[in-house]
């Protein structure tokens, strides 16, 4: 248990539509990266918050947002959702200290997410 | 960008050692992880290494490093059927403000041979 935690673990939904992926990072860390995998891309890094702010960004689509809260915890927002969405979408995090601290990313179980 | 390429499948008989092998193209990148995917799972992180360091080892897992040809190789000695899943190589530039991003290979299929 790497103590990232995803909600909900499967999605299943209509093309059009807008899902809300939950994410909640390990205690203690302040990043928050989204990832993407699917059969056709592969492994694919979507963007990434730290302390609340976006930090970078990766192959994330406009249809698709991401935010990260006080507490923390992170959501990322599809929308408009196409088949071409359905995927295995992961959360991970990372701690960061003043001196740049370890960059050992994390991650969460992933959800699931079927596009109809 | 960083480009991280592994070869697709790999077999080997239980016992034996496995070898899984990634090449990346960044000479920055500052961290080489290892990570692993059991069918219907998460990504598990097995090992990491610097990029001042050309061997680390940890239990039944080594990792080589050759900084010279952006090479590195994963040992895992007396493979099980426990050891079958994906293998992912991620290379990741350390840091670089706003780029901060972990690079995955596309990961080798692990299987094991009774």
């Known amino acids: 248990d790497s103590g990232v935690t995803q909600t909900p673990k499967h999605l299943i939904t209509a093309t059009g539509q807008r899902v809300t992926l939950r994410c909640s990072p390990r205690?203690?860390?302040?990043?928050v990266y989204w990832y993407q995998q699917s059969l056709d891309q592969g492994l694919q890094f979507l963007i990434q918050?730290?302390?609340?702010?976006?930090?970078a960004k990766g192959n994330i689509l406009e249809r698709f947002s991401a935010q990260q809260f006080p507490d923390l915890h992170s959501e990322l927002n599809l929308s408009s959702l196409e088949l071409g969405d359905s995927a295995l979408y992961f959360c991970?995090?990372?701690?960061?200290?003043?001196?740049?601290?370890?960059?050992?990313?994390?991650f969460g179980p992933g959800t699931r997410l079927l596009v109809l | 960008g960083e480009d991280v390429e592994q070869s697709l499948f790999l077999s080997v008989r239980e016992g034996d050692s496995s070898v899984i092998n990634c090449t990346y193209t960044d000479s920055s990148s500052t961290y080489l992880y290892w990570y692993k995917q059991e069918p219907g799972a998460g990504l598990q992180l097995l090992t990491y290494i610097f990029s001042n360091m050309d061997m680390k080892q940890d239990q039944r897992l080594t990792v080589l490093l050759n900084k010279k040809d952006k090479h590195l190789s994963l040992r895992i000695a007396d493979t099980q059927t426990g050891d079958s899943a994906i293998y992912f190589c991620a290379a990741h530039p350390g840091l670089r403000f706003g780029n901060e991003k972990l690079t995955f290979g596309t990961g080798t299929r692990l299987t094991i041979i009774p």
């Open positions: 991970a995090s990372s701690a960061k200290d003043g001196r740049g601290g370890t960059e050992t990313q994390y």
């Open positions: 205690s203690g860390d302040l990043s």
């Open positions: 918050y730290y302390n609340g702010e976006e930090r």
